[in-house]
Nanobody, 123 residues
Framework: QVQLVESGGGSVQAGGSLRLSCAAS????????MGWFRQVPGLEREGVAW????????YYIDSVKGRFTISQDNAKNTAYLQMNTLKPEDTAMYYC????????????????WGQGTQVTVSS
């Protein structure tokens, strides 16, 4: 059974940093795409970044490029999202999600999800 467990959310002031973690179990990490998504109430869920476990290739949406870094520790089956220079518009519930490769870029095809962790950035 695949399980994803996020941690690391919280409240920070604008300009601050947070690191989110996503521990995966029941899944072969080197064969998966791991993505981070976020959702604000009333809006559609947005894909933020993904990493391919096989070669650590990464992708970011434009609004987080240069500020967020996605990474993985294959030995721990854990993915991370380091978020720096946070802005109030980054406030959302953040979810990690996974799918087996190929197709990391197809946001709609991620089919394993964590429970979410709240990130709140105050101005």
């Amino acid at each position: 059974q695949v399980q994803l467990v996020e941690s690391g959310g919280g409240s920070v002031q604008a300009g601050g940093s947070l690191r989110l973690s996503c521990a995966a179990s029941g899944i072969r990490y080197s064969s998966i795409c791991m993505g981070w998504f976020r959702q604000v109430p009333g809006l559609e869920r947005e894909g933020v970044a993904w990493i391919y476990g096989g070669n650590s290739y990464t992708y970011y949406i434009d609004s987080v490029k240069g500020r967020f870094t996605i990474s993985q520790d294959n030995a721990k089956n854990t993915a991370y999202l380091q978020m720096n220079t946070l802005k109030p518009e980054d406030t959302a519930m953040y979810y990690c999600a996974a799918r087996y490769a190929p197709g990391c870029a197809r946001w709609s095809d991620y089919n394993y999800w964590g429970q979410g962790t709240q990130v709140t950035v105050s101005s």
